[in-house]
């Protein structure tokens, strides 16, 4: 679920950060999660795409009990280093997995015609589980950008790569190797990130290239 909140007073943001959501029920008892922005600065406008976690108590109201015009609190934007920044010279390689799409997406939506080449490594339990589907497909059609989906568990009919976990050779690709170094931005679970960031390193791409952002369980 995306919520478009406007937000008076926005200082603006940069693809890639994020802002912490409170909520204050009747009773007085307060929550507070993180989500990353989902879409570059548009003035006031903020945009946070939220996965309905199992027992969320925060997921789940702003994905179905939020009604247009209700007010949350929020605190951002916060980050500064898991952010790429329009002009920034060189390729980027974006590496996501499941809802750790969202940080990488807002990078890929502030690209304009002089934005470097982009990739985006995008891994999912199954196709059902694509975030953004029909727009990635739109962005995969376009110039200077390249979209690569693994199925870890299950796959499309027709798709030639078996299923299985992110693997070294899903993170080659011509012109995306540690010779013409992108930076590379490594999105999703803990376990998935440290993975990945390891397959990068063993690519031949330097760390200090290599910016990961983590999540885990939600705590209370």
């Known amino acids: 679920m995306t919520l478009v909140l406007d937000v008076d007073g926005w200082p603006g943001h940069l693809p890639g950060q ?4 409170r909520l204050t029920a009747p009773d007085g008892y307060t929550a507070t999660r993180s989500y990353s922005v989902s879409a570059p600065e548009r003035a006031n406008r903020v ?21 247009v015009g209700d007010a949350v609190r929020l605190r951002g934007p916060v980050g500064g280093w898991f952010v790429w920044r329009p002009g920034q010279p060189g390729p980027v390689l974006l590496v996501a997995g499941g809802s750790g799409v969202v940080p990488v997406m807002a990078m ?8 470097p080449p982009f990739r985006l490594v995008y891994s999912v ?3 059902d589980d694509v975030i953004y589907r029909d727009e ?7 110039d200077g950008a390249d979209v690569h989906l693994v199925h870890t568990r299950r796959a499309p009919d027709g798709d030639a790569r078996p299923t299985g976990r992110l693997r070294e050779t899903d993170l080659v690709a011509a012109g995306w190797g540690g010779d013409d ?12 990130v440290e ?10 791409h330097a760390a200090d290239r290599i910016r990961t952002e983590r999540f885990g369980p939600s705590g209370p």
């Open 108 to 115: 890929l939506r502030a690209r304009d015609v002089g934005s």
């Open 181 to 192: 170094p992108p930076t590379c931005y490594v999105c999703g679970p803990t376990g998935f």
């Open 136 to 142: 990635l497909a739109a962005i995969a059609a376009t």
């Open 18 to 21: 994020h802002v912490d959501v």
């Open 195 to 204: 993975s990945a960031a390891d397959l990068l390193v063993g690519l031949g």
């Open 125 to 127: 339990r199954d196709p």
């Open 47 to 67: 945009e946070l795409t939220v996965q309905r976690v199992p027992d969320g108590e925060v997921s789940g109201f702003l994905a179905d009990g939020l009604a």
